[in-house]
């Protein structure tokens, strides 16, 4: 489960009803089915037009990722790559065809593959690219879909406002019903716009981020496949691939297989 999400959430939520209480707001009185409808419904309908029903009805997968995804350790990915280097260099490539299929890492398992086969070190690069730029591409789909609710949300808003109003003007007679009718058409604006900063485009942001810490570990794992194609010093390969980190990131407790990674120096 990643905190930082519910945390958010929740902390965006309570802050904003808190709020509107101090001042003697009561929290019943923004509750209004009608604007709901209008915003949610009107939302998620603009978002299904302008999407493919593929990327929409994966919803669920981008609200998983968002919220229980736990970001991956470079680290462990490093780790990998350093002890498949030293099996490589002691037994030869063709050794580590023995421990293709206890990879967890699918990209990974699909480079070793293609470095055991002997493809030609560009080819596999090649090859490579294009799942990673495959990759991103999925995820443009469905971040583009969460920005765009973000984008429709204050505009579906303003058109529940618009419409409350029209419904108001036309009943200027039962003045009874003026002030709930006007307060359900100001609830509208006030969904959508806080629909839009609190839910939608943070969520494409998270996605966003979620995007970019892949990618990168996929760009590193190229990286580190083609290195032990090339037959590089594992201690070598391990401090190229913690130059795709922050500085602030390189160090890690117990920095596991950098013994190993010396004594095949030696």
Do not use: C
């Amino acid at each position: 489960m990643d905190f930082a999400t519910i945390i958010g959430l929740i902390v965006a939520v309570v802050g904003l009803a808190f709020g509107f209480t101090l001042d003697g707001g009561s929290l019943a009185s923004l509750w209004r089915l009608p604007a709901l409808v209008i915003v949610f419904g009107g939302t998620i309908g603009a978002t299904l037009l302008g999407s493919r029903m593929k990327s929409f009805t994966g919803i669920g997968k981008y609200l998983k990722i968002a919220f229980f995804t736990k970001a991956t350790n470079p680290h462990d990915t490093i780790e990998s790559l350093v002890n498949l280097a030293i099996q490589a260099r002691r037994e030869g490539i063709l050794a580590l065809e023995e421990n293709v299929e206890q990879l967890d890492d699918q990209f990974l398992k699909n480079g070793v593959r293609l470095v055991v086969d002997g493809v030609d070190p560009e080819l596999a690069k090649q090859m490579l690219e294009t799942e990673i730029s495959y990759i991103e591409r999925r995820h443009e789909a469905g971040i583009g879909m969460f920005e765009s609710a973000g984008g429709f949300a204050p505009t579906m808003g303003i058109i529940g406002t618009v419409m409350g109003l029209i419904h108001v003007l036309g009943n200027l007679d039962n003045v009874s019903k003026l002030g709930p009718e006007i307060a359900t058409a100001f609830t509208a604006t006030l969904y959508g716009v806080a629909s839009a900063n609190i839910l939608w485009l943070p969520l494409a942001n998270k996605l966003k981020a979620r995007s970019e810490d892949e990618v990168l570990e996929r760009e590193m794992t190229l990286e580190g496949i083609l290195s032990i194609q090339a037959g590089e010093n594992p201690n070598v390969l391990k401090q190229k691939l913690l130059s795709f980190l922050a500085s602030s990131q390189r160090e890690r407790k117990g920095r596991a297989g950098e013994a190993d990674a010396e004594t095949a120096e030696a």
